[in-house]
C-alpha cells in the first residue's frame, strides 16, 4: 500500500487523456456548401440575379483569393502550434496569433467570404440571402461546442482570450 502526502494533488500525468474534442458532429464545411447549393437551386426555381458585369466577377475572383488566404494561413498556425485544426478531434492549445488576434474564428469567417465569392461569380443574390442562415448554423452546430469545450479544457487562458478576442471580427 502506497502513502500519499496530503499535501500532494494529481500531477500532470494524473489527469485524464483529452480523447473526445468538442464533439462538433457537422463538418464545418459542409454547412456553407448545403447553404450554396441551396441558393443556386432556388436561383434556378426563382431567379433573383445579380447584375452581371466584369467588376462583380472580379470582386468574386478576389474574395476567392482572400478567402483560400485566410484558409492557409490559420492552417499553417494551426501546424506550427502542433495542434488539430479538425473541430471533431481533441486540441491541444489555443491558437491566439496571426488571425486568431483579430478574430476567434477566422477560418469560419473565410468560409462565409467564399459563399459570397461563389454568389458574385454565379449572379445569385439567393446565396448572399441564404449567409444568415450559415452563420447561424456554424454558431448552433460548431462554434457554441467549440467554445464550451475549450473554457472547460483551458478555464481561464481562454476565457481571457474569449474577454479580448471578438467571436467574429
Known amino acids: 500500500m502506497s502513502h500519499t502526502s496530503p499535501n500532494e494533488g494529481p500531477g500532470p500525468n494524473d ?8 464533439r ?20 434556378r426555381f426563382w431567379p433573383l440575379a445579380i447584375p452581371a458585369g466584369p467588376l462583380v466577377t472580379w470582386l468574386g475572383r ?51 467570404v467564399l459563399q459570397l465569392a461563389v454568389a458574385l461569380i454565379l449572379n445569385t443574390y439567393w446565396i448572399m440571402i441564404a449567409m444568415p442562415l450559415t452563420v447561424a448554423g456554424l454558431d448552433l452546430y460548431v462554434i457554441r461546442r467549440e467554445e464550451k469545450y475549450l473554457s472547460r479544457k ?16
Open 154 to 169: 483551458f478555464g481561464q487562458e481562454y476565457d481571457d482570450y474569449k474577454a479580448r478576442v471578438r467571436r467574429w471580427l
Open 62 to 112: 478576389g474574395l476567392v483569393l482572400a478567402g483560400l488566404a485566410v484558409m492557409i494561413s490559420v492552417g499553417i498556425r494551426f501546424r506550427r502550434a502542433a495542434t488539430d485544426i479538425r473541430p471533431n478531434k481533441p486540441t491541444s492549445t489555443i491558437v491566439t496569433n496571426g488571425l486568431f488576434g483579430f478574430s476567434r474564428n477566422p477560418i469560419y469567417l473565410s468560409f462565409l
Open 15 to 22: 489527469l485524464p487523456e483529452d480523447t473526445s474534442g468538442p
Open 24 to 43: 462538433v458532429f457537422v463538418p464545418p464545411p459542409l454547412l456553407p456548401v448545403v447553404f450554396i447549393l441551396l441558393g443556386m437551386l432556388l436561383e
